[in-house]
């Protein structure tokens, strides 16, 4: 990067084996020697929803072998730092497995420590994270009337089978559920409004979905406070829609979920959430490949 030369920055995409898919995320494997400005500069210049900086790695012997394979990392926007992001999560897991080999890896985050698993599929490697502890909270009617106003969506275009929640699995998303696939696919909303409210109501982004099967969901994830329009593929907003149909009783406590997102942006992914009984944390799983150049 010509800000900062001393950053080694590695392209990744999150969510497809095609670089063409998914969503793309710089990673930095060494980011010791960066500050909070130098971080914030290298995001905003690779211009991606978010970037891993990864500033810290545990020494061998003081935890075990796993000690080895414990970082911790940092995620940025183009706009600001952010607390916890899937999809960089999954790209920067990706990233030192080809380095360090397929494995599993400890990642201390602002959010919380997220577990992440990679592991080889044939030609491919899947990243799997599992999230902090989520929780779901109620939406006040004014709230809602203010984000529906900003997307310019009627109140009856959404699905009264999955009311609007805020859902948290390492970040916060407002959850709203489209009653039809082409409501969900007009979307041209108000940036500056929803923006306002997103920074009033703490959230990430938007996860807005579509039902298209008991398990099978389309998504879309708007994220003003980003300083993006949309992102392609979020798989901290997936950890959340996971926690919120469980706690609602929409989905059986045990379920494996596909969530696709991107299509609408024309960069098609696939997230695959998984609910296991008696263990409130959801585990997001993906592929993902390097973007050459």
Known sequence: MSQNPGADVLRYTAFSA??????PAGVVLDASGLDDAAMLAVAAELGYSESAFLTG????????????????????????????????????????????????????????TVPVTVVREGAEL??????????????TPGDLAEALA???????????????????????HLVLAAATRERLADLDYDFARLEALMHRLDLTTLQLVW????TVFH???????????EDPATGAAAAALGACLRAGGLVPDASVLTLHQGEDMGRPGTLTVE?????????????????EG
């Not at 706009?79 to 360090?100: I, M, S």
């Not at 900003?150 to 916060?172: H, K, M, N, T, V």
């Not at 609910?275 to 973007?291: E, K, N, Q, W, Y």
């Open 18 to 23: 095609d670089p063409e898919g998914g969503n």
């Open 57 to 112: 790695r545990d020494e061998p012997g003081g935890e075990g072998a796993q000690a080895a394979r414990a970082y911790t990392v940092r995620y940025f926007s183009p706009k600001a730092e952010v607390p916890f992001c899937g999809h960089a999560t999954v790209a920067a897991a990706l990233a030192l497995a080809e380095r360090d080999g397929p494995g599993d890896l400890v990642f201390r985050t602002r959010a919380g």
């Open 126 to 139: 899947r990243a799997t994270l599992t999230s902090v502890a989520p929780h779901v909270l109620d939406v």
């Open 150 to 172: 900003a997307l310019d969506w009627p109140a009856a275009d959404l699905d009264p089978a999955l009311p609007p929640r805020i859902a948290f699995a390492g970040a916060r």
């Open 211 to 214: 039902r298209a099967a008991p």
């Open 219 to 229: 998504v879309r994830d708007p994220f003003p406070v980003g300083g993006v329009v």
């Open 275 to 291: 609910l296991r009984a008696g263990d409130d944390r959801v585990r997001v799983s993906g592929t993902g490949t390097r973007i």
